[in-house]
């Protein structure tokens, strides 16, 4: 790990336990074993080590809908390829993007970080709405309405189908964090979840 990636990692450590206003640029000089002035060789500010951390969670959450093949929900013509979804795909499905944000080391300490500093900094509440809320339903909304026209579920408010698929999920995050060592526990909850959903909306 070079110098740098260290930074960015022990500063995502620090500010998932202290929020981004509690750590000072010291702080993660000092978790990195530098002085000062060598921390500032590699990153102008805290604010540009935040932005670079932002860059690379989203990079991971764009990899992870590439390697689920979940991008597809943005494609026009997806109706197709969601067409022979079955629900055990879904299940599973579910599960890693579940899995994902409970237990990624990357993503978990991301997710604590602006969980905590959204209450200290209108930006980061902003931002912490957007990635956690609004965009989750705006892409779930998105699968569930190429999800209907594939004929996997019937003629339903996909908007309201992804708040109703999604309040769980989010809930479990919530209910299991920090608490990985209880995870087939999560997955049993999710998994009842995902065959009770799809019982009321599939066609």
């Known amino acids: 790990m070079t110098t740098k990636e ?8 620090l500010f998932s336990e202290k929020g981004f206003s509690g750590v000072s640029v010291k702080k993660i000089a000092e978790a990195v074993g530098i002085k000062d002035s060598s ?8 604010q540009e080590i935040f932005d670079t951390i932002l860059e690379e ?11 689920l093949h979940i991008a597809d929900a943005t ?29 990624d080391e990357f993503a978990a300490r991301f997710r604590r970080m602006l969980t905590i500093e959204q209450y200290h900094d209108s930006e980061i509440s902003t931002l912490y ?19 209907i026209q594939g004929g996997v579920f019937g003629k339903e408010d996909p908007e309201l189908m992804a708040m109703n698929f999604y309040a769980l999920i989010f809930l479990l995050i919530t209910r299991y964090d920090n608490e990985t060592e209880k995870e087939e526990e999560a997955l049993e909850i999710l998994e009842k979840h995902v065959r009770e959903f799809s019982r009321i909306y599939k066609k």
């Open 6 to 13: 260290r930074i960015i990692d022990e500063s995502l450590t």
């Open 39 to 46: 921390l500032y060789k590699h990153f102008s500010s805290k």
């Open 57 to 67: 969670m989203t990079r991971r959450m764009d990899e992870l809908t590439e390697v």
């Open 75 to 103: 494609k026009e013509d997806a109706a197709p390829y969601f067409a022979n979804l079955t629900i055990e795909q879904l299940v599973e499905l579910s599960k890693k993007v579940f899995l994902f944000y409970l237990k």
């Open 129 to 147: 709405k957007k990635i956690f809320t609004r965009d989750s339903i705006e892409y779930q909304t998105l699968l569930f309405s190429q999800l």
